[in-house]
């Protein structure tokens, strides 16, 4: 271990707390002096997207997962790239970082499927041409493509939940349907689970003789969550044995099982889009470009706006394909829609995320949507640490170490808003959410030993919690530990402060300090 390691608590904490102080400008910088590794694990994306590299590279400086305060309005077009997600550019993983000779004891992560087709179309327009076949002779392609391929033929060995096993494994249209997982979101899940390969190997997370209860898969039934889920799954765990894994299906796509129903939820959710529905009809700058795509295409209007045209054009973006045109009336005049229209729908909705935020109606949802999927969290990571108490003998086949939950942007974007992490970005395709359990060294390690007199027991590790947005740590901007004294012994969020949060504080935001009161109790 090299030098910069020893002694890392206080070096490493004095990082944070200068990151602390530059939290007002909305940085993630959480820089890896003095960590364990001391360098992130960097993934090499060296082919190029069809409109020749529209991602966004990640070189000296790390990327940015709040928006850098601006004086100018953002570029609706840069921020539509970085949506995208395009696999071309090298991506950086601060996962599995901690000071020294703590240990990881689990991971629990969310990500959202990997880009798609479009769920809706632009009536008049042709289809995208994008076909949802794999091939590794077609970019972007991966070095796993293939095994994955050939592994996924095997699923039969599988333990497939209701109505998981009639869902097919891989994407395998010539000409994608609607919402179909493309080979690109394949190889996003695969990058993204090889780079946690990497990361935490070195943490030896996932024992190479792991049982079937040590790895939890769980997706809802939708074939791009569930393709995206193994992807991520064959990344982490290569040529992984089916016969240990049960995949397990969430209806709702907020991840709530039983605790789903909750009256107030649906209310704030029914007010909220109402705000945005206002909000969208007062701008008349897009009215007007509704108005003038409707008019290039022959189109009414309503019928234009109902076919949700930014899903569809974003797809042409994502994948470098032309804006669709038509030919009108019998002139025989071709229209064709651009990227200035474009541009106006995505200004409008980065304007209704800034109004999100300040009217606060969709946090009061989100805490209430995503509370269940947090508390389950909380709990798994509760077994976990009990099966880790010094001298506790571990329960045969283990505790859950790695749990992996394949969801939509639905689930993640209010996931993002309940930990208070309003300022993130939208969640892109194949973005991730990932919880890390540490548990720091024995309070006497590195002490002189002494003599244990009657009744004298040797003070256990303490435990803490990391949250990771895309590669990086945003911990410290979660509500639960914003506030967190970093000037304290310890370096890291202590998993207490989230425990109270999952189980009382995080209410707060609807005036209760339940989930069954905040859910039932009558308005007004």
């Known amino acids: 271990m090299s030098s910069s390691v020893c002694g890392c608590t206080s070096s490493y904490r004095t990082v944070i707390k200068m990151v602390s102080a530059a939290a007002a400008q909305l940085l993630i910088f959480i820089i890896s002096v003095n960590l364990m590794p001391t360098t992130p694990i960097v993934e090499e994306r060296p082919f190029q997207a069809a409109d020749g590299g529209a991602g966004v590279a990640l070189g000296k400086s790390r990327k940015r997962v709040f928006p850098v305060p601006h004086t100018q309005e953002p570029n609706p077009i840069s921020e539509a790239y970085g949506y995208c997600n395009i696999p071309n550019h090298t991506e950086q993983a601060w996962e599995g970082h901690s000071p020294a000779d703590y240990k990881l004891l ?8 990997g880009d798609r087709y479009p769920l809706y179309s632009i009536p008049k327009t042709k289809r995208p041409a994008i076909d949802c076949t794999l091939s590794v002779n077609r970019n972007p392609s991966h070095p796993l493509l293939n095994s994955f391929i050939g592994h996924m033929g095997l699923g039969g060995r599988g333990h497939w939940e209701t109505p998981l096993s009639s869902v097919p494994r891989l994407p395998n249209h010539s000409a994608c349907e609607m919402g179909e997982l493309t080979q690109t979101g394949v190889v996003q899940h695969l990058r993204n689970g090889q780079l946690l390969h990497q990361t935490y ?16 898969v769980e997706t809802t039934g939708k074939s791009r969550t569930l393709q995206s889920g193994l992807a991520f799954l064959y990344g982490l765990l290569p040529d992984f044995d089916w016969t240990k894994l049960t995949v397990r299906h969430q209806w709702s796509t907020l991840f709530c099982g039983s605790a789903c129903d909750c009256p107030a939820r649906n209310r704030y959710l029914e007010e909220e889009q109402r705000r945005q529905y206002r909000l969208r009809v007062s701008d008349t ?22 076919a949700n045209p930014i899903d569809s054009l974003l797809c042409h973006l994502c994948h470098g394909i032309s804006f669709p045109c038509t030919t009108v009336g019998d ?57 880790n108490e010094a001298g506790r003998q571990p329960r045969a086949g283990g505790e859950e170490v790695f749990t992996l939950s394949s969801a939509h942007d639905v689930t993640m974007a209010p996931l993002l808003s309940a930990l208070g992490l309003e300022e993130a970005r939208f969640p892109r395709f194949a973005a991730r959410v990932v919880f890390e359990l540490w548990k720091s060294p024995p309070a006497t390690q590195g002490q002189p030993k002494k003599k244990a ?14 949250v990771l947005y895309n590669g990086n740590d945003v911990t410290f901007h979660t509500t639960f530990c914003r506030s967190h004294n970093l000037s304290a012994s310890q370096p ?14 995080m209410f707060s935001v609807v005036n209760a300090t339940s989930y069954q009161e905040a859910c039932y109790r009558r308005p007004g």
């Open 106 to 113: 689990s991971v629990q992560v969310m990500i959202r499927h």
């Open 201 to 216: 190997k070195r943490h030896n997370l996932i024992p190479s003789d792991w049982s079937p209860r040590q790895v939890w």
């Open 453 to 466: 007199g009657k009744g004298v027991k040797a003070k256990d590790g303490e435990l803490f919690i990391r």
């Open 285 to 306: 700058e897009l009215e007007r470009t509704y108005a003038d795509m409707a008019r290039t295409l022959g189109l009414p209007t309503r019928q234009l706006r109902a």
């Open 331 to 387: 002139s025989g005049t071709k229209g064709c829609l651009t990227m200035a229209q474009f541009a106006v729908i995505r200004r409008q909705q980065l304007d209704d995320e800034v109004e999100r935020r300040r009217v606060g109606l969709y946090r009061k949802y989100a805490v209430l949507a995503m509370h269940p999927y947090l508390n389950r969290t909380a709990t798994k990571m509760e077994r976990v640490a009990k099966d």
């Open 492 to 505: 890291l969020c202590p998993l207490k402060n989230f425990l109270s949060f999952v189980r009382r504080d």
